[in-house]
């Protein structure tokens, strides 16, 4: 039995174009996340820790 690698060769290339394009998504969001919450932590004088933990025990 012979196996045709063309497809699996295609498939794979698919999945990292995928997963590239998810990975630089996310860290957009992350980006326009921590610029957003940065504004608003400097307004606040807060450091680091004291804003996050706030934001971690709201939800």
């Given at each position: ?56 025990l709201a939800?």
């Amino acid at each position: 039995m012979l196996f045709d690698l063309s497809g699996v060769t295609a498939l794979s290339i698919v999945i990292v174009v995928i997963a590239a394009a998810a990975s630089l998504t996310a860290l957009a969001s992350i980006a326009v996340s921590l610029t957003r919450h940065h504004r608003v932590r400097l307004a606040r004088h807060q450091s680091i820790p004291a804003y996050y933990r706030r934001l971690t025990l709201a939800h």
